[in-house]
């Protein structure tokens, strides 16, 4: 049997933007600077903490952890109701449960944040494995995630499907079969051989890519 783990965040649903937007609108507004690019995409699908490092040297150690957490937290939760599946993933996940896929998740997010907005779209039941930050000691780019959530699938063929570098890099190590499907805030990503990318998820092939 086949199995399928898909990330979250910036994968299935477009909070990767949403969290970009509050964080460099934030920044801006609160010290006057901008992030560059490639500051942040070093957080995308793991920690922050290379862009609290980079904030608290850019503001001569000014920039308060708390507070960003506080306001960035409250920003996404009043986002929530605004939130939708990227266009095309459901044509993805519906494929991966009408062929008989087992089915689970691998995020960097805590289950708090992820549970409600499963729930919101009726994906939740279909689920056999959720693997989130809170039951790792270490998150991605460590393969901890996808490994806890293969093992629990019990399949020898496994996908993963990713957003981000970070990502990537832990389905690999894990050794999974990679389907990179950026979205705006990772598009300029160079991400690793081996590892198919597509532009969006209406340009994948499922029959081709999922074949073997």
Do not use: C
């Not at 306001?71 to 109701?81: D, K, R, V």
């Not at 008989?100 to 499963?118: H, M, N, Q, Y």
């Amino acid at each position: 049997m086949k199995a399928i783990i898909f990330d979250f965040d910036g994968t299935m649903i477009d909070t990767e933007n949403l969290w970009h937007d509050a964080t460099m609108n934030y920044v801006k507004e609160t010290y006057g600077i901008e992030v560059p690019a490639e500051v942040y995409e070093q957080i995308i699908g793991t920690t922050e903490e290379p862009l609290h490092h980079y904030l608290t040297e850019a503001t001569n150690g000014q920039f308060d952890v708390e507070a960003f957490t506080t306001h960035i937290s409250n920003e996404l939760l009043e986002g929530i109701a605004h939130l939708n599946l990227r266009p095309g993933f459901k044509r993805v996940f519906d494929y991966a449960v009408s062929d008989g896929f087992k089915i689970g998740l691998a995020t960097s997010s805590g289950r708090e944040w992820v549970e409600p907005i499963l729930k919101k779209f009726d994906l939740f039941p279909h689920f056999s494995s959720i693997q989130t930050a809170d039951d790792v000691m270490r998150i991605k780019p460590d393969p901890a995630l996808y490994l806890q959530a293969a093992a629990e699938l019990g399949s020898k063929h496994v996908y993963a499907v990713e957003d981000s570098l970070n990502g990537v890099i832990a389905a690999q190590e894990a050794g999974l079969k990679v389907l990179a499907v950026p979205n705006a805030a990772t598009a300029n990503i160079k991400f690793p051989e081996g590892v198919a990318v597509f532009p969006d998820f209406d340009s994948i092939p499922l029959e081709k890519v999922f074949a073997n």
